[in-house]
T-cell receptor
Framework: GEDVEQSLFLSVREGDSSVINCTYT??????LYWYKQEPGAGLQLLTY?????DMKQDQRLTVLLNKKDKHLSLRIADTQTGDSAIYFC???????????FGQGTTLQVKP | KAGVTQTPRYLIKTRGQQVTLSCSPI?????VSWYQQTPGQGLQFLFE???????NKGNFPGRFSGRQFSNSRSEMNVSTLELGDSALYLC??????????????FGPGTRLTVL
């Protein structure tokens, strides 16, 4: 079945860049998403990329997609303490229309 | 535009009871999806409604049901609650007519605790 995998934890220093990685198995993906979840809150849509694109930039966020390797990454430039949260990668399946989530990567930003 | 709203935000129930959760999508959105989030299983898709019809369903038992009204508001019901139903229930509204290209925007969730 369709699966999405992420590393569970990333720690960076304030001001550094953060790179969160994700792999997926679905060959029918239409869109891939990055969501952010802060403690006690719902999911905030950060950005998304159409499956035929290679890269998308949105202010401090850069999404890279390697469709051949089914690898997605989110780069956060100049990471701030307010970026500390759990980041979820999600695949919108073209076969089922369902959103499949990874386990989430906890980003810790140290001052 | 106002975002997705969910009520109530917190609920405490006991085993065997039933519960109804409510979700109001973003104005103009016609699809509503529900997800369950637990520490052990992560985020799992429950079901999706579009124009009052269930369009998609996840792998949950029949105790979990939902419906959508003509104004696109949706309710989710869980009957005969079990301890394992304790979770954050998230609702998402979609801006497209096709599941396969529908970007979803999430509400704050309802935290359900079953004692």
């Amino acid at each position: 079945g369709e699966d999405v995998e992420q590393s569970l934890f990333l720690s960076v220093r304030e001001g550094d860049s953060s790179v969160i990685n994700c792999t997926y198995t679905d060959s029918s993906s239409t869109y891939l998403y990055w969501y952010k979840q802060e403690p006690g809150a719902g999911l905030q849509l950060l950005t998304y990329i159409f499956s035929n694109m290679d890269m998308k930039q949105d202010q401090r966020l850069t999404v890279l997609l390697n469709k051949k390797d089914k690898h997605l990454s989110l780069r956060i430039a100049d990471t701030q303490t307010g970026d500390s949260a759990i980041y979820f990668c999600a695949d919108l399946s073209g076969n089922t229309g369902k959103l499949i989530f990874g386990q989430g990567t906890t980003l810790q930003v140290k001052p | 535009k106002a975002g997705v709203t969910q009520t109530p935000r917190y609920l405490i129930k006991t085993r065997g009871q039933q519960v109804t959760l409510s979700c109001s999508p973003i104005s103009g959105h016609r699809s509503v999806s529900w997800y369950q989030q637990t520490p052990g299983q992560g985020l799992q898709f429950l079901f999706e409604y579009f124009s009052e019809t269930q369009r998609n369903k996840g792998n949950f038992p029949g105790r979990f049901s939902g419906r959508q009204f003509s104004n696109s508001r949706s309710e989710m019901n869980v009957s005969t609650l079990e301890l394992g139903d304790s979770a954050l229930y998230l609702c998402a509204s979609g801006d497209g007519a096709q599941s396969r290209t529908d970007t979803q925007y999430f509400g704050p969730g309802t935290r359900l605790t079953v004692l």
